[in-house]
């Protein structure tokens, strides 16, 4: 079994930045593929921010020029820096992680972008 935890959300003013982690532990053999999800309310939930094993990454269109995604593979954790917040990036944010064959998620953390 794989354990996810999330931090790093929280309440910001627009324009402002916010860093999330993801810190995998547990029964982890191989790591590939480390994502970041939102959901708004009322919204389907949508990738953010993908990087593969190998380091190559992939945005939403919405946060391009503005997130970046990185990971620690010693630390087994994913990172989403978030700079230039708007209001329209308010959701909840979860981690996903492929581990294998499996994919995990995290509990979700709330990032709110509101004056």
């Given at each position: ?8 959300g ?18 982890i ?20 921010a ?17 997130f970046?995604?990185s990971?620690?593979n ?35 953390t ?6």
């Amino acid at each position: 079994q794989v354990q996810l935890v999330e931090s790093g959300g929280g309440l910001v003013q627009p324009g402002g930045s916010l860093r999330l982690s993801c810190a995998a532990s547990g029964n982890i053999f191989s790591i590939g593929a480390m994502s970041w999800y939102r959901q708004a309310p009322g919204k389907q939930r949508e990738l953010v921010a993908e990087i593969t094993g190998g380091g190559n990454t992939n945005y939403a269109d919405s946060v391009k020029g503005r997130f970046t995604i990185s990971r620690d593979n010693v630390k087994n954790t994913v990172y989403l820096q978030m700079n230039s917040l708007k209001p329209e990036d308010t959701a909840v944010y979860y981690c996903n992680i492929q581990a294998g064959k499996y994919f995990y998620w995290g509990q979700g953390t709330q990032v709110t972008v509101s004056s």
